[in-house]
């Protein structure tokens, strides 16, 4: 099968930075790569139209049209005459597509089949961030949703959530995202920094960063001993216009807490393996997420994980049993949560060697490229 993934985004540093979108979508290429089977990338919104291998992978770039007030139409139409060219020529049978922004909503191909996989659209991600979502984000996440032949969700909270939030009653299948367990060594105890707290992703309100500092300020309370270490990207607050979540974190620490604070910033996926490594404890306090790969990457190298309690969460971690789930607000009880895993170290390691067995039996790549490559068949097989 040949699989065509367009995307605003592709973890590679010949596109920039890249989130969970991107993410997904090299684990889906990589999976398929595996199984014998073809990907092809179609990146959009890129500076020039070009075509181009790597890794076994066909990239084609697509640079959007610029047209004052219809740029967001001609670039859709620019992108279907492409995706009816590619499947003419045979290189593609089918199209995935995200639900983010609704880029689908009028590439209406020929023949071409859409999937539309849900990593969680603007609107689903403003409704779990409690703020506005743009009109025309909404109509076009909701158009191109009706429009698609088929849906796929990445957990059930998070096709439940559309549903509602569009009025929708799409069937969708629920295929969570994977992570490939060999391309993780299990954790070199002697590397364990005593007593590190490790957050890594995007320092951004909807992750729970502007909670952290909070939550560590309680910890330092009992513990002045311990470290917080951050590792990625900054990002601007979208709800106060200010350019720098890192530096309203700053002012949020106390002054006992904010000596034990090391941020590191963004780092290549090797050294943030690394830090994985060495941390004795994983937070991740989101708000917001569909299905995060960031903690099935935490759980596979053992670590012992406090994490928020909202929706999704409960489809990955079983509280207190793999990991810790708590309300990001509740600080105190967080801090307490991490706590615990400092002074336990047999209830740490239990809930690492159980995160483990969790990923291998449910998030292994290898088993959810097959529910994906039933999927695709059942889609080519229809068309």
Same mark, same amino acid.
């Given at each position: ?74 670039? #859709? &139409? /620019? ?9 003419? %020529?045979? @290189?593609?049978? *089918?199209? !995935? $597509? ?106 951004? #309100? &909807? /992750? ?9 300020? %309680?910890? @330092?309370?009992? *513990?002045? !001993? $311990? ?127 159980? $995160? ?28």
């Amino acid at each position: 099968m040949k699989i065509g993934f367009l995307t605003p985004e592709y973890p590679s540093v010949k596109f920039g930075a890249s989130g969970g979108i991107g993410t997904s979508i090299y684990g889906l290429c990589q999976g398929l790569l595996i199984t014998g089977h073809t990907p092809v990338v179609i990146i959009y919104g890129q500076p020039e139209d070009k075509v181009f291998q790597d890794q076994g992978i066909t990239f084609y770039c697509v640079k959007n049209v610029k047209f004052k007030g219809l740029s967001w139409w001609f670039s #859709r &139409k /620019k992108i279907e005459k492409l995706i009816n060219r590619l499947y003419d %020529e045979n @290189i593609i049978d *089918l199209i !995935e $597509a995200p639900d983010w922004t609704g880029i689908t909503s009028f590439i209406q191909p020929k023949k071409c089949p859409i999937l539309i996989r849900l990593n969680g659209s603007d609107t689903y991600f403003c409704h779990l961030d409690k703020r506005p979502v743009k009109f025309w984000n909404k109509f076009h996440e909701k158009r191109a949703l009706k429009m698609a032949d088929k849906h796929a969700s990445v957990s059930k909270f998070t096709a439940d959530l559309t549903n509602e939030l569009f009025r929708l009653n799409i069937d969708f299948e629920i295929v969570p995202n994977g992570v490939n367990v060999k391309d993780f060594s299990n954790p070199d105890k002697s590397l364990k920094k005593a007593l590190s707290i490790l957050y890594f992703g995007t320092l951004i #309100r &909807k /992750k729970g960063l502007l909670e952290l500092p909070l939550i560590f300020n %309680e910890v @330092i309370k009992e *513990l002045p !001993e $311990a470290k917080l270490i951050l590792v990625g990207r900054d990002s601007p607050d979208i709800s106060t216009k200010n350019t720098s979540t890192w530096k309203m974190m700053e002012g949020l620490f106390s002054k006992e807490a904010k000596e034990k604070v090391e941020y590191a910033g963004g780092v290549s996926y090797d050294k943030v393996k690394q830090y994985i490594d060495e941390a004795s404890v994983c937070v991740f306090p989101s708000f917001a997420e569909a299905l995060p790969v960031s903690w099935l990457e935490a759980m596979t190298m053992k670590k012992a994980i406090v994490a928020s309690n909202i929706g999704w969460a409960k489809e990955m971690i079983e509280d207190e049993k793999e990991g810790f789930l708590v309300n990001p607000k509740e600080h105190n009880l967080y801090a307490q949560k991490i706590l615990k895993l400092f002074l336990d170290e047999e209830l740490n390691a239990s809930f690492g060697e159980k $995160a483990l067995e969790k990923v291998k039996s449910t998030f292994d790549s290898t088993r959810v490229i097959e529910k994906n490559l039933s999927i695709y068949k059942s889609i080519i097989r229809k068309n």
